[in-house]
């Protein structure tokens, strides 16, 4: 069972950073070796994947990013059982909800589908 709380939301302008965490009840191991992910859905659009992590072993990590975010974002794994979400250069176009999303295994999925966890979601909301 992994219980997921989302943090660090709210509204910016354009230009700025925003960082949004995530905090997992479970297993430290669990945690560790879980694929975690962020998803975003803006109003009247699908969830989409922003980020992700899976376990490639020992404390190593691969992470994937969907093309609108690379290069601006930042998944990781930040001290006891938190995932962070790090997005540089806002535009108003990451106006959403963001979802923190689990899933057992180490093979990550673009869709939501396949991600058995989830948590309640934090907007943010990027103004020009």
């Known amino acids: 069972q992994v219980q997921l709380v989302e943090s660090g939301g709210g509204l910016v302008q354009a230009g700025d950073s925003l960082r949004l965490s995530c905090t997992a009840t479970t297993s430290e191991r669990t945690f560790n070796t879980y694929t975690m992910g962020w998803f975003r859905q803006a109003t009247g659009k699908e969830r989409q994947l922003v980020a992700t992590?899976?376990?490639?072993?020992?404390?190593?990590?691969?992470d994937h990013y969907a093309g609108s975010v690379k290069g601006r974002s930042t998944i990781f794994r930040d001290g006891a059982k938190k995932l962070v979400l790090q997005m540089d250069s806002l535009n108003p176009e990451d106006t959403a909800v963001y979802f923190c999303?689990?899933?057992?295994?180490?093979?990550?999925?673009?869709?939501?589908?396949?991600?058995?966890?989830w948590g309640q979601g934090t907007q943010v909301t990027v103004s020009t």
């Open positions: 999303a689990a899933k057992s295994g180490d093979t990550y999925y673009y869709t939501d589908k396949y991600y058995k966890y």
């Open positions: 992590t899976t376990w490639a072993g020992s404390t190593t990590y691969d």
